[in-house]
């Protein structure tokens, strides 16, 4: 009866792969969120979808590409993955008054 | 543009004295108020909010915050730390107009000891 769940957990890759994230929400919420926390356990907000449609996208670089094939699914995939991309990245969803329930996080490595 | 500061990186506190984790928000318009905890290799839990209403917000594991719009504040609390309280508790803000972006800060480690 998970939440919101994310598959891998954990992800090693070396740099120059493409590799793709999963999220999923069985709470029935419209809009979803994917965040990073960095290694100073910084949360940035990079995207948001609101019923498959983006809403937010926030400077992130053009090889990260979320999609949404439906309101309970919102996916990540980065092209092209540089150290940098190493973090914890967090899929998220909200309810009402904009509280958000998240996932338990894919702890991304970039060698 | 909307923005949370937790002035304190870490706050070490004995077990059973009361605790305070600081928090203060900039945003325009009515601010929607959230504290979240994260507990070592896990997600985000969400603890309480702010919408409207009672200054006092009470939410799960015996903490508490209080709203003070005229100091732009936020602060978590508890009357009495557990050591089981030890983990890293963000505080973050929303619009009421937007609704959709939240802002965290940059979180602050609490450390209760025996």
């Known amino acids: 009866d998970t939440a919101v769940s994310q598959t891998p957990k954990y992800l090693v890759t070396q740099m120059g792969n493409d590799k793709s994230i999963k999220c999923e929400q069985n709470l029935g919420h419209d809009t979803m969120y994917w965040y990073k926390q960095d290694s100073k356990k910084f949360l940035k907000i990079m995207f948001s979808y609101n019923n498959k449609e983006l809403i937010i996208n926030e400077t992130v670089p053009n090889r990260f590409s979320p999609k949404s094939p439906d309101k309970a699914h919102l996916n990540l995939h980065i092209n092209s993955l540089e150290l940098g991309d190493s973090a914890v990245y967090f899929c998220?969803?909200?309810?009402?008054?904009?509280?958000?329930?998240f996932g338990p996080g894919t702890r991304l490595t970039v060698l | 543009a909307q923005s949370v500061a937790q002035p304190e990186d870490q706050v070490n506190v004995a077990e059973g004295n009361p605790l305070t984790v600081k928090c203060t928000y900039s945003?325009?318009?009515?601010?929607?108020l959230f504290w979240y905890v994260q507990y070592p290799n896990r997600g985000l839990q969400f603890l309480l909010k702010?919408?409207?209403?009672?200054?006092l917000v009470k939410g799960s594991y015996g903490f508490e915050a209080e709203f003070n719009k005229s100091q732009t504040s936020f602060h978590l609390k508890k009357p009495s730390a557990l050591v089981s309280d030890s983990a890293l508790y963000f505080c973050?803000?929303?619009?009421?107009?937007?609704?959709?972006?939240?802002?965290f800060g940059t979180g602050t480690q609490l450390k209760v000891e025996l």
């Open positions: 998220a969803s909200k309810g009402l008054d904009n509280e958000q329930f």
């Open positions: 945003v325009s318009g009515n601010p929607y």
């Open positions: 973050a803000v929303s619009n009421t107009g937007g609704g959709n972006k939240l802002t």
């Open positions: 702010y919408i409207t209403g009672d200054n």
